[in-house]
């Protein structure tokens, strides 16, 4: 039973160690950049601002809406009225009043409405007046609204003008979400080196301490049979101690960058990462010229140029006086009942028209001129952004073209270099064993040897991300389509 009890125990204890034990992946440069488009907190981020920016355009085509109003309601009447015949006379009025009105502005300047009404009254007389009407009536009526802006807002300048702003002020928006989906993406990717970066330091910085504790060992056991100088012990322990701080201060840094890495692609905490670099120094590619008027940057100031130019002649159509003609076209009927009053309004026995002009103008504030003035400074803004942009869009691609040929003859070098400094370094040790060579020299040479290690390992990284960044200049690290998609 004991026996059962404690194989119970180890199975449990296995399964549980099993259930806890840390996920692994693989990262490259592709995965990294995937997973940060996919779970990333800081994509999310940027899908949900831009998600906002909807409701603008959403806002200036409200305005041309339908609109439905229905009123309903019961009125009771005992008021004093100046046509009473007498002062003590009481008539008593109940009405039902019923409105219903359906109304729709477009952006021709144009508005029209639909109106149908009723009201039914029933008369409690006080007295017995001479040819007293109905005591109960009912009155209907139809009609047809039309209004056509004549002057301010000439059909419909201004409104088309503000909805095109809109529209192109969102398109413009939703363009440059591909730019900053690139700055993610980017990002991602400098913190996959700078991890790997950090580990390579870490553990080349573990491999050069044990280097010096070999070489510590060796000078002991010299010192020992009475060989070495004096203060080669002294020199190489206090060299050991450096790499033992470097060994601590590089695991710290290397910790950082991955708990970083694995919060930037919203990984589980504690996930074990195997960094997939390709095999060599890949050459610096050929890539066709870019248009620059093909850059997202530059399409999307070019919308806003456009959102601006508009904005501008919603404005000026605006400062106009209001002169609107006004149409209406009613039909009635009235009946003792319902049905009679309806078969009025259908017939249309009994029509009312209305025609004219109606004429509004503001003045005071001379906020119209400033308005006028404001956007005309918004519109000469957006140009100038425009021209500028146009110019850094050239430096920053020639600029990133640049820096990738110079991190390449920098990783091609350091890779030189450090073979060069393993070289010397295996040779000092030799000749220090020989006893030819003074202890100081063989520690600056060992040392030379681990930094010509680490900075091949940045340039290494600096050479891929200058890559990285060269084809984000280009608009090639994101595709259009890839950031329309990710929606």
């Excluded at 200036?60 to 004093?80: H, M, Q, V």
């Excluded at 009225?81 to 039902?96: A, G, I, N, P, Q």
């Amino acid at each position: 039973m004991v026996k059962v009890f404690l194989a119970f125990l180890s199975t449990t204890a296995m399964q549980g160690a099993y259930a806890q034990a840390p996920k692994e992946i693989t990262l490259n440069q592709r995965t990294v950049a995937e997973l940060v488009l996919k779970q990333g907190l800081q994509t999310k981020e940027v899908n949900l601002k831009y998600q906002q920016f909807r409701l603008a355009p959403a806002e200036a085509l409200s305005k041309y809406d339908w609109t439905l109003k229905a009123e309903s309601g019961f009125e009771y009447d005992k008021s004093a009225s100046l046509l009473t015949s007498s002062d003590l006379k009481e008539d008593k009025f109940e009405r039902y009043k019923t409105t219903v009105s359906l109304n729709k502005p477009f952006t021709t300047g144009t508005t029209l409405g639909l109106e149908l009404s009723r009201l039914s009254q029933k008369v409690d007389y006080d007295g017995s007046p001479t040819n007293p009407p109905p005591s109960e009536q009912t009155l209907d009526s139809a009609g047809l609204l039309l209004e056509q802006a004549l002057l301010g807002n000439f059909f419909g300048v201004a409104d088309r003008g503000n909805v095109n702003a809109a529209e192109l002020t969102y398109e413009a928006q939703t363009i440059t979400r591909a730019n900053e989906l690139e700055d993610v993406v980017m990002g991602a990717i400098r913190q996959f080196w700078n991890t790997y970066v950090a580990q390579e330091n870490f553990k080349e910085s573990v491999a050069s301490r044990d280097r010096t504790k070999k070489l510590v060992d060796a000078v002991k056991r010299k010192t020992s049979l009475g060989y070495s100088n004096p203060g080669d012990l002294p020199q190489i322990q206090a060299e050991f101690e450096t790499r033992e701080q470097k060994v601590k201060t590089s695991s710290t840094d290397y910790l950082n960058n991955l708990e970083n890495l694995i919060t930037l692609l919203s990984l589980e905490p504690g996930t074990e990462i195997k960094f997939q670099i390709p095999a060599g120094i890949p050459a610096v590619p050929k890539l066709p010229t870019k248009k620059v008027e093909d850059l997202r940057s530059v399409r999307s100031q070019k919308l806003k140029v456009e959102a601006a130019s508009e904005s501008l002649s919603a404005a000026e159509s605006e400062s106009y006086p209001t002169l609107n003609f006004v149409g209406k076209v009613y039909t009635t009927g009235v009946d003792e009942n319902s049905e009679g009053s309806y078969s009025d309004v259908v017939s249309g026995s009994r029509p009312k028209y209305y025609m004219g002009l109606r004429f509004e103008y503001k003045f005071g504030s001379d906020v119209q001129n400033e308005k006028i003035i404001n956007r005309k400074l918004t519109k000469d803004l957006e140009s100038t952004r425009l021209s500028r942009q146009l110019l850094e869009a050239e430096d920053t691609e020639l600029q990133a073209q640049r820096k990738v040929q110079s991190t390449y003859a920098v990783v091609q070098s350091a890779l030189k270099q450090k073979g060069y400094r393993e070289k010397a370094s295996q040779e000092l040790n030799r000749s220090y064993n020989q006893g030819r060579t003074d202890i100081s020299i063989l520690i600056t040479a060992m040392n030379n040897y681990f930094d010509s290690e680490v900075q091949y390992i940045r340039a290494l990284g600096d050479y891929a991300i200058a890559l990285n960044e060269w084809a984000a200049s280009r608009d090639e690290l994101i595709p259009d389509d890839a950031a329309v998609s990710d929606k």
